[in-house]
């Protein structure tokens, strides 16, 4: 029997990249020699995909309705299909309540497919959220709706690329609102997080360093009391606890020293302070050719039942359709998939 794990990778919003970068991935046969890769999508879409990744000559379709059908060979993308597009009415680019609703129903039956242990980890393509909630679906993201379905209350988003990674106090609210959630409770919960996934990394004992909310940490109260009454107090619970943990360290220092090597992990506390230095080390903006050179860096969503990682990227809706996306973050997060599933 095949021991190499199956990934259950959704191929996003059909009117992204999604589909495009799933079909690109997928023709690198070093993914098929570590893992048994199943498409969940429309079958049509994906036939579409291969043309306008220009790889259709040398890779075909294989939908399926059971896992157990799929052929997980290289040369075929085994799709399971969920037979919820409607080819005629697909315009790239464009939000639609039509490409919400099969994005979402995707990722639904990936988790259910997880929950059931039919495939061993999944892996996400990029979803549009105005178009998930156009479909009468409520949620603000990916992370969100893995919570939602597998009844999770503790949970985080972590960030990598290279030799750094962040995970999140909190992600996809206000910043007014995230402010008001940097609380002791919260940040203890979130080095713990840090703390587990660096272990099933195989960090043996991971520094973590732990971020402060305002500018230089908040001098001791000068520019806030965010650290003195709930940062810090969650770092010395942390210590007791026999994590190696430290700060709150200023932001605006504390992600070149983990970049360096000076910490295995960076506790960031809120949506944009986590994500701007990494996609500054992963995204590479070609001015002289107006593209990107490079678009890399995997998310993973912590404190989960199952296995989750993603592309760190969106629908890049004004690139879909043109063949010109790159796969290097799906690429990364079907690599960082494998490696979970081994821990």
């Given amino acids: 029997m095949d021991q190499k794990p199956i990934l259950g990778i959704t191929m996003g919003d059909p009117a992204g990249i999604g589909p495009e970068i799933a079909a690109k991935a997928l023709t690198h046969e070093k993914v098929y020699e570590m893992c048994r890769p199943l498409v969940i999508g429309d079958a049509e879409v994906m036939k579409q995909a291969l043309g306008i990744a220009k790889v259709d000559g040398k890779i075909r379709i294989n939908p399926v309705a059971k896992v157990e059908d799929a052929r997980f060979q290289y040369g075929v993308i085994d799709v399971f299909d969920l037979h919820n597009?409607?080819?005629?009415?697909?315009?790239y680019g464009k939000v639609s309540a039509m490409c919400g609703k099969a994005a979402f129903e995707a990722v639904e039956k990936v988790i259910e497919l997880a929950k059931s242990g039919e495939i061993d980890a999944t892996v996400t393509g990029p979803i549009n959220k105005e178009a998930i909630n156009a479909a009468g679906f409520h949620f603000s993201g990916h992370?969100?709706?893995?919570?939602?379905?597998?009844?999770?209350?503790?949970?985080?988003?972590?960030?990598?690329?290279?030799?750094?990674?962040?995970?999140?106090?909190?992600?996809h609210v206000s910043?007014?609102?995230?402010?008001?959630?940097?609380?002791?409770?919260?940040?203890?919960?979130?080095i713990k997080l840090a703390y587990d996934a660096c272990r099933k990394f195989g960090i043996g004992e991971p520094k973590i360093g732990v971020a402060g909310l305002n500018p230089h940490a908040g001098e001791n109260g000068m520019f806030g009391n965010e650290e003195t009454d709930e940062i810090i107090p969650a770092i010395e619970a942390a210590k007791k606890a026999g994590i190696n943990a430290e700060g709150p360290i200023p932001p605006d220092t504390l992600y070149s020293k983990a970049a360096g090597g000076l910490y295995d992990i960076v506790v960031a506390?809120?949506?944009?302070?986590?994500?701007?230095?990494?996609?500054?080390?992963?995204?590479?903006?070609?001015?002289?050719?107006?593209?990107?050179?490079?678009?890399s860096g995997v998310n993973v969503t912590l404190g989960l039942p199952i296995i989750r990682i993603s592309v760190d990227h969106g629908t890049a809706f004004g690139k879909a359709g043109k063949g010109t996306a790159i796969e290097d973050s799906l690429l990364g997060a079907i690599e960082y998939g494998i490696k979970l599933t081994r821990k």
């Avoid at 597009?85 to 315009?91: A, E, F, G, T």
């Avoid at 910043?175 to 979130?190: G, H, I, N, Q, T």
Wanted: charged share 25%; hydrophobic share 40%.
């Fill in 85 to 91: 597009v409607d080819i005629s009415k697909l315009v």
């Fill in 143 to 171: 992370t969100e709706i893995y919570a939602h379905f597998t009844g999770t209350q503790d949970y985080s988003m972590l960030l990598a690329e290279g030799n750094l990674r962040v995970v999140h106090v909190s992600t």
């Fill in 175 to 190: 910043l007014r609102r995230a402010c008001d959630l940097v609380k002791k409770d919260r940040v203890l919960d979130v």
């Fill in 269 to 295: 506390m809120y949506h944009d302070q986590g994500h701007i230095p990494l996609k500054v080390l992963g995204f590479k903006w070609n001015g002289a050719k107006n593209s990107w050179d490079a678009v």
